[in-house]
């Protein structure tokens, strides 16, 4: 079946540090794959998204490209701030399919 | 607008007793999924409803949990005799037919 794969944290960076979680998936077929976003005391937000191979998903400074070849949806930021403490989720939705499968989640930590 | 809501927002319960867990999905939304957060298994799907179809079950882990959709609209997720590893957190998300999922901020249910 599906399945996600994300680095496991927790992940303690400095303000204004590069960051990069890795996610890479399993998956039959074209997935969609997402990245979610869940900060302390709230539910869960789609942070980025991409439905086909080399897209790039972007959203408040974040990024991730979906490359098929590895199949790999690996999250990128440039300059992190305190705000941007959270955890963060990587998922995908199979093709014809609506459940979402999740990676196991990456906390982050941004000091200042 | 009013996003995802859900209750009770904590709920502790002793092991054996049932509860039934609450969702108003975002007006419009056709789509209902519930979803499960634990420590051990990360977010787990449990049920999805889409208008009047029948609904996905695959993902309810023992007959003891149950869902209904009240008129395409307001959900229930009742569990039955819960168990101590039910304690998680239940959430719940709507959609538009294959569109992005909305999720509300949980119901954390503790048996003890």
């Known amino acids: 079946g599906d399945s996600v794969t994300q680095m496991e944290g927790p992940v303690t960076l400095s303000e204004e540090a590069f960051l990069t979680i890795n996610c890479t998936y399993t998956?039959?077929?074209?997935?969609?794959l997402f990245w979610y976003v869940q900060y302390p005391g709230e539910g869960l937000q789609l942070l980025l998204k991409a439905t086909k191979a080399d897209d790039k998903g972007s959203n408040k400074g974040f990024e991730a490209t979906y490359r098929k070849e590895t199949t790999s949806f690996h999250l990128e930021k440039g300059s992190v701030q305190v705000s941007d403490s959270a955890v963060y989720f990587c998922?995908?939705?199979?093709?014809?399919?609506?459940?979402?499968?999740f990676g196991k989640g990456t906390k982050l930590s941004v000091i200042p | 607008g009013a996003g995802v809501s859900q209750s009770p927002s904590n709920k502790v319960t002793e092991k054996g007793k049932d509860v039934e867990l609450r969702c108003d999905p975002i007006?419009?939304?056709?789509?209902l999924y519930w979803y499960r957060q634990s420590l051990g298994q990360g977010l787990e799907f449990l049920i999805y409803?889409?208008?009047?179809?029948?609904?996905?079950k695959s993902g309810l882990p023992s007959d003891r949990f149950s869902a209904e959709r009240t008129g395409g609209s307001v959900s229930t997720l009742t569990i039955q005799r819960t168990q101590q590893e039910d304690s998680a957190v239940y959430l719940c998300?709507?959609?538009?037919?294959?569109?992005?999922?909305?999720f509300g901020p949980g119901t954390r249910l503790t048996v003890t």
């Open positions: 007006s419009g939304h056709t789509a």
């Open positions: 998956a039959t077929g074209y997935p969609s």
């Open positions: 409803f889409q208008g009047n179809s029948a609904p996905d």
């Open positions: 998922a995908l939705s199979g093709a014809g399919s609506y459940q979402l499968t």
């Open positions: 998300a709507s959609s538009l037919v294959w569109g992005e999922q909305y």
